[in-house]
């Protein structure tokens, strides 16, 4: 993960052994010192498919990228992060219907869209999901790679028909 990543979180290796739903925060000692802590959650399963863009990327170029531009632009990359964290705040709060999720899940997108790390192999997934009313993210760092799909609640036909289209 070292090797992929530059400096792994280590939320793919949690996630992936326990299961539900990790937040991690940047939080300040008292002496000053920041430290990172994760809060692993336990969330109700719901339905996703998994697409691969078969885009190869770097996770490491992409954390990159985005941290050169919050250093050019802090006053313009702060709000946006703070509304990711507002995001990912009301889906840990939980008892959010479909259509509330859906609405996150394409606010969370166009951020990610906006911070520079999407492509089009992803946005062509996105769009294609959204004209069958269902929402789609990048995962990961972006760039390439995969994306989820929400199907939690929808139709077995339109879930066929998205599985159909990607």
């Not at 990790?22 to 719901?46: F, N, P, Q, S």
């Not at 990228?65 to 990711?84: C, N, Q, S, T």
């Not at 760092?141 to 036909?157: D, K, R």
């Amino acid at each position: 993960e070292s090797i992929i990543h530059g400096a792994p979180s280590g939320i793919d290796n949690s996630v992936s052994t326990f299961g539900g739903c990790l937040r991690m925060r940047r939080i300040e000692g008292e002496d000053g010192e920041i430290r990172m802590v994760k809060d692993l959650m336990k969330m109700e399963a719901t339905e996703i498919l998994i697409t691969n863009t078969f885009v190869p990327k770097s996770t490491k170029d992409l954390v990159a990228g985005v941290k050169r531009r919050w250093e050019e632009a802090r006053k313009v990359y702060d709000p946006i992060f703070l509304a990711m964290s507002e995001i990912s705040e009301a889906f840990l709060k939980g008892g959010l219907g479909l259509e509330r999720v859906n609405e996150l899940v394409r606010l969370a997108q166009g951020l990610l869209r906006t911070i520079g790390v999407t492509h089009p192999a992803i946005e062509m997934v996105v769009e294609k999901s959204r004209a069958y009313g269902v929402e789609t993210k990048l995962t990961g760092a972006g760039g390439g790679g995969c994306v989820i799909t929400l199907l939690g609640g929808v139709e077995e036909e339109i879930k066929g028909k998205v599985q159909e289209a990607l």
